[in-house]
């Protein structure tokens, strides 16, 4: 089936009715939306490696043995098992017991259970647990649990030779082993055809220290199979000390560090903790053990204990040690007594004469001596000196020095500039005395004088605010007006250039968001006013219900950013060094045109995961999105082609590529299963739009057929509505915005029969339509010279919402919100209008199309992080018509009880949605739906039978019912969505989750 194909399926079946409730198959939709093993670190233990008071080290024995680190008896192995020592016996267990070097050594092995035939002499082997049972490793190769060779040997060891085996009356053969001290015999088969006994064989015995394989397993004298006998010494480091096998020699007799160890000595010279002539003494004639240290010495101030170390048994020399020395002026304790700096004199300080006489420099600790100061001389010194007291407080040999005066004299004191004039001093002990009988300086007041006497009029003052202090007028102040005090404030003067004296909506330059006339009020009267204001310039929004993308100049170039209209942050989705273009926004998802020409691509986000997916790999741009469908338009070096990316199996094809071949295909737009786009391969040298009719899945050319200059542009679809830019009054072939374009529609299944038009809008320059909600479509008007907003519909004259002589471009409708580029502040701005004369609904207008009334313990529906039983309740209602609706008002009841009033003011745009919530904080994109908690505080849904109503003004606008069964830890939903009965979420085909609030069961919105 090729994509045309089932794409005018898919349109056939989503087709509307205009102001008719609206289906949508969720079966359809596709993508869903949105120990503490720390190490144990080995320390030493608090007493290890501590000088002992007595000498020597401390004894560390953790395992309680009698041996350490330390210890007199000597170090131990393994000081964490206190059946491991040098004084333990060796056992069977896979352990070094005795501290030797050797594990499971001169340990006596029990004979295995089975001793006859090649098992003779066999021993057992040493496990971690002691003996292990016997297997065929050690009873040798010739072993056979169940006897089938016939080669003299009683393999399987039970005694017979060759049971089974046959053989004729007189034969003989060898038997036996023929290894080490073994010897072979002779078998005689016997009258019943079997081998007799073996005669004349030597068989195993049990090994001895002879030099010969007593045992017949191809080694002679094995450790593991032999019990040496003690050595003569056993004390000390001889402990455990066994002779030798010499072959066949036998036993050899015990000597030296041969047989005792490298810690035997004949007579013990070595003080080393241990008793190594194996006499039962330990280091006899040692006073302590070599290689011990102690501390010696003193630690007090400066000096340093040392430490002794023990040789030859005897503790030496104080090494390292400082010790006291004469104490100097450097803050230390040099002669350690505990006390610095004690007894040290200086020298004498530079001044001597006068006050100074016999003054000595002070010690300052660390520093040494101090420069003398005041404090050295005493408490009469005076550096200048100012004192007229007899005295020579300076210490330059003379007295009384800078005395200013001879007191009862007097002197003009203080200024006379501005307003102060001047005073009069007296001479008391030397010094004038205060300035007294003139006029001071005090602070500036407003008042033309100079009242701080700095030679300056009026200034530093702080000016009193305006009487205007809201809006622009903030921060506003009176001026100083000299003699004539503070002016009162009035117009731009005071208040800047922005104040206007009354606002009004005549002067659009001032309807920029400020309250300009400072009334508390900013922009009243006026059509539009800025909503997205950023530093830099903000162009091309796409608003789709409560979703906003629009392109901003971070750094210039163009970057995306998203924001939840009206109360979202902004949230910048690029940040590449191309620039990207033209974005639109539906449900979860944002597309775009990154880069320009041949470098062009069209680029998906995904806004609940971040994840960006480039869709096309040549050059590409004009994309549109809805539902699970994103197009745009490609060129694949030959012409321009329509490619559909399916959101829902992530796969891209090219449409009407048979249909419409050698032509070029551009600029698509799709809503609602309707898809158009404008092509040059129906009329020859010009551009037609076409569309797909919903009713019939076929393409149609626009009328009329005639030769049009301008060609058909831009086409604009909302699900039954469709409209264009069409230059058919086009009369000069130099096209511009002065051209004359004008703006036709058409209602899809409404007289006349599509394809019938109708014009819009028409005027002296060019029209452009830009966007469609419902019946409703947004106009760039360029009959002023410039570009202005206008919204128009299939009735009615089209309505100006802008004409100021800047730009105003792009204008994109949602609901009753519509919203463009502006600069009549400068730059760029985001720019907006609230319509008026929204309807409201009737029966069957809202519809109940989701509820969540049993959300179990798992699903967190509201998104806010907590499961519960009653905040995570929801219904989720739908516009249903083709325009939008003022849902002011509107109730929801559950049961006979009013649970949710709509505020005043919710406009609720075509097929938008509106969720209700129990209780908590709502968090999430939920596919641009209007999303709220319950005005009464909570829902109230029983798991129990119970039934939503909805109503405004006595009128029920619609109601379901449901029973406890309909559907546990999961909602109900309309199957198809809108227009369908109720069904558990989870038995629609395509659904995603357990529960969808603000999008169709498959994820995507309506």
């Known amino acids: 089936m090729t994509t045309w194909t089932r794409l005018s399926r898919l349109l056939m079946a989503s087709a509307l009715l205009l102001g008719a409730a609206c289906g949508d198959d969720d079966g359809d939709d596709g993508t869903p939306f949105d120990s503490d093993g720390g190490v144990d670190m080995q320390q030493p233990e608090p007493d290890m490696f501590r000088p002992d008071p007595d000498g020597g080290m401390v004894c560390v024995?953790?395992?309680?043995?009698?041996?350490?680190?330390?210890?007199?008896?000597?170090?131990?192995?393994?000081?964490?098992?206190?059946?491991?020592?040098?004084?333990?016996?060796?056992?069977?267990?896979?352990?070094?017991?005795?501290?030797?070097?050797?594990?499971?050594?001169?340990?006596?092995a029990p004979a295995?259970?089975?001793?006859?035939?090649?098992?003779?002499?066999?021993?057992?082997?040493?496990?971690?647990?002691?003996?292990?049972?016997?297997?065929?490793?050690?009873?040798?190769?010739?072993?056979?649990?169940?006897?089938?060779?016939?080669?003299?040997?009683?393999?399987?060891?039970?005694?017979?030779?060759?049971?089974?085996?046959?053989?004729?009356?007189?034969?003989?053969?060898?038997?036996?082993?023929?290894?080490?001290?073994?010897?072979?015999?002779?078998?005689?088969?016997?009258?019943?055809?079997?081998?007799?006994?073996?005669?004349?064989?030597?068989?195993?015995?049990?090994?001895?220290?002879?030099?010969?394989?007593?045992d017949c397993d191809g080694s002679s004298d094995e450790p593991g199979e032999l019990t040496?006998?003690?050595?003569?010494?056993?004390?000390?480091?001889?402990?455990?000390?066994?002779?030798?096998?010499?072959?066949?020699?036998?036993?050899?007799?015990?000597?030296?560090?041969?047989?005792?160890?490298?810690?035997?000595?004949?007579?013990?010279?070595?003080?080393?903790?241990?008793?190594?002539?194996?006499?039962?003494?330990?280091?006899?004639?040692?006073?302590?053990?070599?290689?011990?240290?102690?501390?010696?010495?003193?630690?007090?101030?400066?000096?340093?204990?040392?430490?002794?170390?023990?040789?030859?048994?005897?503790?030496?020399?104080?090494?390292?040690?400082?010790?006291?020395?004469?104490?100097?002026?450097?803050?230390?304790?040099?002669?350690?007594?505990?006390?610095?700096?004690?007894?040290?004199?200086?020298a004498d300080c530079p001044l001597q004469a006068g006050v100074c006489a016999g003054a000595t420099q002070r010690c300052g600790g660390a520093g040494g001596f101090l420069t003398c100061d005041a404090a050295a001389y005493g408490s009469d010194y005076e550096m200048d000196e100012t004192s007229c007291d007899g005295l020579d407080n300076d210490c330059d040999g003379v007295a009384d020095e800078g005395c200013d005066c001879i007191?009862?004299?007097?002197?003009?004191?203080?200024?006379?500039?501005?307003?102060?004039?001047?005073?009069?001093?007296?001479?008391?002990?030397?010094?004038?005395?205060?300035?007294?009988?003139?006029?001071?300086?005090?602070?500036?007041?407003?008042?033309?004088?100079?009242?701080?006497?700095?030679?300056?009029?009026?200034?530093?003052?702080?000016?009193?605010?305006?009487?205007?202090?809201?809006?622009?007028?903030?921060?506003?102040?009176?001026?100083?007006?000299?003699?004539?005090?503070?002016?009162?404030?009035?117009g731009t003067g005071s208040y800047g250039a922005n104040f206007l004296a009354t606002e009004t909506s005549t002067d659009e330059a001032h309807c920029d968001g400020l309250?300009?006339?400072?009334?508390?009020?900013?922009?009243?009267?006026?059509?539009?006013?800025?909503?997205?204001?950023?530093?830099?310039?903000?162009?091309?929004?796409?608003?789709?219900?409560?979703?906003?993308?629009?392109?901003?100049?971070?750094?210039?170039?163009?970057?995306?950013?998203f924001q939840r209209f009206g109360a979202g942050t902004a949230v910048r989705l690029t940040a590449t060094a191309e620039s990207e273009y033209y974005p639109k926004v539906y449900g979860n998802y944002v597309v775009f045109q990154r880069g320009t020409e041949t470098a062009a691509r069209v680029v998906l986000v995904d806004l609940v995961t971040g994840?960006?997916?480039?869709?096309?790999?040549?050059?590409?741009?004009?994309?549109?999105?809805?539902?699970?469908?994103?197009?745009?338009?490609?060129?694949?070096?030959?012409?321009?082609?329509?490619?559909?990316?399916?959101?829902?199996?992530?796969?891209?094809?090219?449409?009407?590529?048979?249909?419409?071949?050698?032509?070029?295909?551009?600029?698509?737009?799709?809503?609602?299963?309707?898809?158009?786009?404008?092509?040059?391969?129906?009329?020859?040298?010009?551009?037609?739009?076409?569309?797909?009719?919903?009713?019939?899945?076929?393409?149609?050319?626009?009328?009329?057929?005639?030769?049009?200059?301008?060609?058909?542009?831009d086409p604009v679809v909302d699900y039954i509505t469709l409209a264009w830019t069409d230059g058919r009054a086009v009369s000069s072939t130099m096209i511009d915005t002065t051209s004359d374009f004008d703006v036709y529609g058409a209602v899809f299944g409404a007289a006349p029969a599509f394809p019938g038009e109708q014009l819009l809008m028409s005027g002296a320059a060019a029209q452009v339509v830009k966007d469609a909600d419902g019946t409703l479509f947004t106009v760039n008007d360029y009959s002023a010279g410039n570009a202005d907003v206008a919204v128009v519909g299939f009735s009615g004259s089209p309505l100006a919402l802008s004409t100021h002589p800047g730009t105003q471009a792009d204008p994109t409708i949602s609901g009753d919100v519509i919203l463009w580029e502006d600069n009549r502040r400068g730059k760029f701005d985001i720019y907006g209008t609230i319509l008026g004369g929204v309807g409201t609904p009737g029966a069957d207008d809202l519809v109940i199309n989701e509820v969540l009334f049993d959300p179990g313990t798992a699903l967190d529906a509201n998104g806010d992080g907590t499961s519960s039983a009653t905040q995570d309740e929801f219904v989720e209602i739908i516009n249903a018509t083709a325009g939008a609706l003022d849902i002011s008002g509107v109730t929801l009841s559950v049961g006979s009880t009013v649970r949710h009033t709509v505020p005043a003011g919710t406009v609720l745009p075509a097929l938008g949605t509106y969720v209700v919530f129990g209780g908590g904080t709502p968090t999430g994109l939920f596919t641009g739906a209007l999303v709220t908690t319950a005005s009464s505080g909570g829902l109230s849904l029983t798991n129990s039978a119970n039934s939503v109503t909805l109503s405004l003004g006595g009128t029920t606008l619609d109601t379901m019912s449901y029973v406890a069964a309909d559907a546990n830890d999961q909602s109900v939903h309309r199957d198809p969505g809108v227009s369908g009965a109720?069904?558990?979420?989870?038995?629609?085909?395509?659904?995603?989750?357990?529960?969808?609030p603000g999008a169709g069961a498959g994820g995507f919105p309506y």
């Not at 170090?75 to 017991?97: H, K």
């Not at 500039?417 to 005395?433: D, F, K, L």
Request: aromatic share 6%; with cysteine; glycine share 16%.
């Open 61 to 108: 024995d953790e395992d309680e043995d009698g041996y350490g680190e330390g210890c007199a008896a000597g170090p131990d192995c393994d000081d964490t098992n206190g059946s491991v020592s040098p004084a333990a016996l060796e056992v069977c267990n896979l352990v070094d017991d005795d501290c030797d070097g050797a594990t499971d050594e001169d340990v006596d």
């Open 982 to 996: 109720f069904a558990a979420h989870s038995s629609i085909s395509g659904a995603t989750g357990l529960a969808s």
């Open 515 to 561: 309250d300009n006339d400072c009334d508390g009020v900013a922009d009243e009267e006026c059509v539009a006013v800025p909503f997205v204001a950023p530093a830099g310039d903000v162009i091309y929004p796409d608003l789709n219900h409560q979703h906003l993308v629009y392109m901003q100049n971070f750094d210039g170039n163009w970057d995306i950013v």
């Open 407 to 490: 007191d009862g004299a007097t002197q003009d004191c203080g200024t006379s500039t501005g307003a102060c004039e001047r005073g009069t001093q007296t001479c008391t002990a030397g010094a004038w005395g205060a300035c007294t009988g003139g006029v001071e300086p005090v602070a500036e007041i407003c008042n033309g004088l100079d009242d701080d006497c700095d030679g300056v009029s009026d200034d530093n003052l702080v000016a009193p605010a305006c009487a205007l202090t809201e809006g622009v007028c903030g921060g506003a102040v009176q001026t100083c007006g000299g003699a004539a005090g503070w002016q009162n404030c009035s």
């Open 112 to 214: 295995c259970e089975l001793t006859e035939g090649v098992c003779a002499g066999a021993v057992a082997r040493c496990g971690a647990d002691g003996f292990l049972t016997c297997d065929g490793t050690d009873y040798g190769a010739s072993y056979e649990a169940d006897e089938t060779s016939c080669d003299g040997l009683d393999n399987d060891c039970d005694g017979t030779q060759d049971e089974g085996c046959t053989c004729t009356e007189g034969d003989t053969q060898p038997c036996g082993l023929d290894v080490g001290a073994c010897m072979p015999g002779t078998q005689t088969c016997t009258a019943d055809s079997t081998w007799g006994a073996c005669d004349g064989d030597v068989g195993p015995m049990g090994e001895t220290c002879d030099g010969m394989d007593n």
């Open 228 to 346: 040496a006998p003690d050595c003569p010494l056993q004390l000390g480091v001889c402990a455990g000390s066994k002779r030798a096998c010499g072959g066949a020699a036998g036993w050899v007799a015990c000597d030296g560090v041969a047989s005792y160890g490298g810690d035997y000595q004949t007579s013990e010279t070595l003080c080393d903790g241990m008793d190594n002539d194996c006499d039962g003494i330990t280091d006899e004639g040692c006073d302590c053990i070599d290689g011990t240290t102690q501390a010696c010495g003193s630690d007090v101030g400066l000096c340093m204990a040392g430490t002794q170390t023990c040789v030859a048994g005897a503790f030496g020399g104080c090494a390292g040690e400082v010790a006291p020395v004469t104490e100097t002026c450097d803050g230390m304790d040099q002669d350690c007594d505990g006390a610095t700096d004690e007894s040290v004199v200086g």
């Open 611 to 713: 994840t960006e997916t480039t869709l096309s790999t040549l050059e590409s741009g004009s994309p549109d999105i809805w539902g699970p469908y994103v197009v745009f338009d490609e060129f694949d070096g030959t012409d321009w082609e329509i490619r559909l990316h399916d959101l829902s199996t992530g796969t891209t094809d090219s449409l009407f590529e048979t249909e419409l071949t050698d032509s070029n295909e551009i600029r698509p737009t799709i809503r609602g299963g309707a898809l158009a786009f404008i092509s040059d391969g129906f009329v020859a040298g010009e551009w037609r739009v076409i569309a797909i009719d919903p009713d019939t899945g076929m393409a149609a050319v626009q009328t009329p057929a005639a030769s049009n200059t301008g060609g058909q542009l």
